[in-house]
Nanobody, 124 residues
Framework: QVQLVESGGGLVQDGGSLRLSCTAS????????MGWFRQAPGKEREFVAA????????NYADSVKGRFTISRDNAKNTVYLQMNSLKPEDTAVYYC?????????????????WGQGTQVTVSS
């Protein structure tokens, strides 16, 4: 497994932007597909975005398409989630996850390593 640490969460106003980072340590980062998920209070965890090891293939939830961008820097063992035009309904704890040799799936059970989460709060 790989160890993951998220950062970059915080409080932002409606329409604002944040960039989340997730830094990995342990096994070879470039062999992992990386995903971002989120969980709002009282709701189930949901898929947000994912990226394959090469960075060439990405996958987004319909709710964030056109607003969020996932990217990765394999030299820095880091995956990013740039979030623009944030809405109050984006408020959640955001988790990054790693899937060895994965295909950037939306399915959370495919991911075998998870970070501790970072809180994103969007005020109206």
């Amino acid at each position: 497994q790989v160890q993951l640490v998220e950062s970059g969460g915080g409080l932002v106003q409606d329409g604002g932007s944040l960039r989340l980072s997730c830094t990995a340590s342990g096994r070879t980062f470039k062999n992992y597909a990386m995903g971002w998920f989120r969980q709002a209070p009282g709701k189930e965890r949901e898929f947000v975005a994912a990226i394959r090891w090469s960075g060439g293939i990405t996958n987004y939830a319909d709710s964030v398409k056109g607003r969020f961008t996932i990217s990765r820097d394999n030299a820095k063992n880091t995956v990013y989630l740039q979030m623009n035009s944030l809405k109050p309904e984006d408020t959640a704890v955001y988790y990054c996850a790693a899937d060895w040799g994965g295909q950037a799936t939306t399915l959370d059970y495919a991911y075998d390593s998870w970070g501790q989460g970072t809180q994103v709060t969007v005020s109206s």
